[in-house]
């Protein structure tokens, strides 16, 4: 019984090894294309990724509105120790479509 069960797995595993194995056909990569960034929202885009990437992870800019942007980076103002201005850099960054 025990060698049925042997030959059979091992009869199994030979057919599967021998089949045709399907391959995707490999896909040109569109080239993605990133609009120049303005020197005041390349700013912000660096005070953001260096200032609030220290404490957690960095959000999409599309992941929240404007208006829910407004608190979120108000409230973690404080929290990154940045002043006004940098806060603008940043909140302008985030928004911009």
Same mark, same amino acid.
């Given at each position: 019984?025990? =060698?049925?069960? %042997? =030959?059979?797995?091992?009869?199994a595993?030979?057919?599967? =090894? +021998?089949? /045709?194995?399907?391959? &995707?056909? /490999?896909?040109?990569?569109? &080239?993605?294309?990133?609009?120049?960034?303005? &020197?005041? %929202?390349?700013?912000?885009?660096?005070?953001?990724?260096?200032? +609030?990437?220290? +404490?957690?992870? %960095?959000?999409?800019r599309? #992941?929240? =509105?404007?208006?829910?942007?407004? &608190?979120?980076?108000?409230?973690? *103002?404080?929290?990154?120790?940045? *002043?006004?201005?940098?806060?603008?850099k940043?909140?302008?960054? %985030?928004t911009? #479509?």
């Amino acid at each position: 019984m025990k =060698s049925r069960i %042997l =030959s059979l797995a091992m009869t199994a595993a030979l057919i599967y =090894s +021998c089949s /045709p194995k399907v391959v &995707p056909a /490999p896909t040109e990569a569109k &080239p993605t294309v990133v609009a120049a960034l303005s &020197p005041e %929202l390349a700013e912000g885009k660096n005070l953001y990724e260096n200032n +609030c990437a220290k +404490c957690h992870k %960095l959000y999409d800019r599309k #992941d929240f =509105s404007a208006e829910e942007w407004t &608190p979120i980076v108000m409230r973690m *103002q404080k929290n990154a120790k940045i *002043q006004d201005a940098e806060r603008e850099k940043i909140y302008n960054y %985030l928004t911009i #479509d």
